[in-house]
């Protein structure tokens, strides 16, 4: 299923579409939801790695949450400088996460 969505936008960035448009090869829409996928698995990854810095979740459900692999998101926090943390707790719902899913 999929959903129609009007926006408007600056001068600046339909211009940056239309270069995008002609090096791609691709139509309007084609780049703009490639454009919209990629933006979205990057809020996803900044959004988790938040989480993972605040301690609220841990990193394998960061992971998860981002829909990436655990080394990538080890990647992204070694990145960031973000360190590791890891407890026993953590290790006990990794485990129940990991075999429950």
């Known amino acids: 299923m999929t959903e129609v969505i009007s926006t408007r936008i600056p001068n600046e960035m339909a211009e940056a ?5 002609k ?3 691709t139509d309007r829409a084609t780049t703009i939801r490639k454009l919209l996928a990629k933006a979205i698995q990057e809020w996803k990854k900044e959004h988790a790695l938040q989480q993972y810095r605040k301690g609220k979740i841990t990193l394998w459900r ?8 655990l080394r990538e998101m080890m990647q992204l926090a070694t990145d960031q400088g973000i360190p590791f943390k890891y ?13 429950t899913e």
Do not use: S
């Open 62 to 69: 960061a992971a998860r949450t981002a829909e990436t692999t």
């Open 23 to 25: 090096r791609e090869k």
């Open 17 to 21: 579409l239309k270069e995008i448009e």
């Open 87 to 99: 407890t026993k707790k953590d290790l006990e719902e990794d485990i129940k996460a990991a075999t």
